[in-house]
Structures are given as C-alpha cells and as structure tokens.
C-alpha cells in the first residue's frame, strides 16, 4: 500500500470515528426530558456574554434556521430553562438568560460525562486533542465562512486596561465601546474577530 493510500485510510477511519463521536454526544443529549437542539441551546447561553444572547446569535451559533432555533426558545421558555426579555433601549430586541432552574440543569448535562473522558486523556495527549480540534473548528468555521465565536482576549475588538485590578476589571469591547469584567471577557462572543 503506498503512503497516499495510507493516509486516505487513515484519514477516512478518523472521520468515521468522529462522526461516530457527534453521534453518541447527540444521542446522549435525550436526556431530562430535552432533545439535543435544545441542550445545545442551553450550552451556549450559559456561555454567551451579554452581546451574543440574543436568539440571531443563537441561531448562528448552532448553524440552525431561524424557525427551529424559535421552537427551541418556545419550548424552553414553556419548560422554564430560560426567559427572553426586552433589551434595554433596543426596540424589539431581546435577551435570552439561563433561569434557576436551567443553571440548575446544566449541571446535570449530559456531556459532562465526555469532559471527564477528555480530563482523563492525560496531560499531553489532550493538550494535542485541544490543539487538533481547535485547529479542524478553525477550517471549518473558514471553509463554510461561519461565525467564529470566541472569547475576547483573543478579539482585536478587545482591549485590556492596565493591570488587573481588586474588582477583575473592567477591560473594553471597542466594538460596543463597552466596560467589561474579567469573568465577562471568558463567555463566547458572536462578534469574536481574531487579531
């Protein structure tokens, strides 16, 4: 066998174990009563900052059409997991925020028992499944010019503001020429640039 065909074979067993991969993590999230959509939902707004939890965001951030990220929302409102609310001074544009009792679901999400697979991985080894996976969302996001999502310090709207003070901040979004909190800046943003 030549080392072309080789690395076809190697690399058609490894999209197969990933897509087998998406599949137990997808099947995983029937649990509590939700589906899937509606899990990963739930994941992103606990991870959203305040410019990114909108449901425009949401429905980029899950590559989903308009009409089921609304059935989503639907459904979670109705179950409690989350209330939409008017954004301050913005028309008809509203928030969406994790309520009690869907910061108490999160911590039952299924996925955690994959975090706890990937803690065990070992140092090394998931220091290069972080880079790899990091690297294959970075191709994808650019191959299908999705949004990119990210954290701010990574941002080239982002801007630190000195040294880190008592209070955790604030740093600034020039985009939104807005202060930010330490513990805001960590939360995904759909206006993520990379410098």
Known sequence: MT???????????????LERLARLLRGASHAQGLNPA???????????NRFSNAPGALTKYLAATKG?????????????????????????????????????????????????????LGPKTRKRFDRAVGELLAAG????R??????CPGCRHFRE???EDRTGGPHLCMLFNE?????ETARLCVHHLEK
């Open 141 to 144: 996001v650019k191959r299908n």
């Open 68 to 120: 089921t990220v609304s059935q989503t929302v639907i459904a979670l409102v109705r179950k409690g997991f989350i209330a939409k609310t008017a954004r301050p001074g913005e028309g008809r544009s509203v928030t969406l925020a994790l309520t009690a009792a869907g910061e108490a679901l999160m911590l039952r999400d299924p996925l955690h028992a994959v975090g706890l697979d990937i803690d065990a």
């Open 179 to 183: 202060a930010m909190a330490r513990t």
């Open 161 to 163: 503001r000195g040294a």
């Open 3 to 17: 080392d072309a065909a080789e690395r076809d074979l190697t690399t058609a067993e490894s999209l197969a174990r």
């Open 146 to 151: 999705e949004t990119l999502f990210g954290p």
């Open 38 to 48: 509606q899990w990963e939902a739930l994941r992103y707004l606990a991870r959203a």
